[in-house]
């Protein structure tokens, strides 16, 4: 395996090749065979959306080759207004509560998108992108949130394996079923 660079998001050229990853991954680009067992991404980004998701929290990026070989897009809650595709995920998010308090009363991080290139899965790529996440972030939010395609079965597994804790399912608006967990920094468990 080549060397492996973790690190914040920094440039344009590191957007662009993002997107590249990202539209390689996209459901549309993949077989149902290949979705069922290496996973997707649900949804695409503009590099303009993109970049203003980074300027408030940089994304963290795995780089070989001078190329993104995979990322964890971050967003905060100000991202409803820009990503209107995402408003069933936030209207959950205003009817759930954490630890007893409602998730909109804290500071919290949305993991916005993950993906790992397909030549780099198996090989602790994912955990050591969220090492790097978490100690950028544990002290600037409460918690990482986000939500997951019940079917995008090996995502949903991962970030279990990972220490995240799912707190709710729903059905969105077009029959997709979503579980939504937490990465809570502060835990115990």
């Given at each position: 395996?080549?060397?492996?660079?973790?690190?914040?998001?920094?440039?344009?050229?590191?957007?662009?090749s993002i997107l590249i990853l990202q539209n390689e991954n996209h459901y549309s680009s993949l077989?149902?065979?290949?979705?069922?067992?290496?996973?997707?991404?649900?949804?695409?980004?503009?590099?303009?959306?993109?970049?203003?998701?980074?300027?408030?929290?940089?994304?963290?990026?795995?780089?070989?080759?001078?190329?993104?070989?995979?990322?964890?897009l971050t967003m905060t809650d100000i991202a409803e207004v820009s990503m209107p595709f995402l408003?069933?995920?936030?209207?959950?998010?205003?009817?759930?509560?954490?630890?007893?308090?409602?998730?909109?009363?804290?500071?919290?991080?949305?993991?916005?998108?993950?993906?790992?290139?397909?030549?780099?899965?198996?090989?602790?790529?994912?955990?050591?992108?969220?090492?790097?996440?978490?100690?950028?972030?544990?002290?600037?939010?409460?918690?990482?949130?986000?939500?997951?395609?019940?079917?995008?079965?090996?995502?949903?597994?991962?970030?279990?394996?990972?220490?995240?804790?799912?707190?709710?399912?729903?059905?969105?608006?077009?029959?997709?079923?979503?579980?939504?967990?937490?990465?809570?920094?502060?835990?115990?468990n």
């Open positions: 395996m080549e060397e492996i660079i973790y690190k914040s998001c920094t440039s344009e050229e590191e957007l662009s077989a149902k065979e290949d979705m069922a067992s290496e996973g997707f991404l649900t949804c695409t980004h503009s590099l303009e959306l993109l970049r203003d998701l980074n300027n408030v929290a940089p994304h963290v990026i795995a780089v070989s080759n001078n190329r993104v070989c995979a990322y964890l408003k069933p995920m936030f209207q959950e998010f205003r009817k759930l509560t954490y630890k007893e308090t409602p998730i909109a009363k804290y500071n919290y991080l949305i993991v916005g998108q993950v993906c790992v290139g397909k030549d780099f899965r198996g090989h602790g790529v994912l955990n050591d992108c969220y090492q790097l996440y978490t100690s950028l972030y544990r002290n600037k939010y409460d918690f990482a949130i986000t939500e997951i395609a019940t079917r995008n079965k090996r995502s949903l597994n991962a970030h279990l394996r990972l220490g995240f804790k799912e707190i709710h399912r729903y059905i969105s608006p077009d029959g997709e079923e979503w579980s939504i967990v937490i990465l809570d920094w502060n835990s115990k």
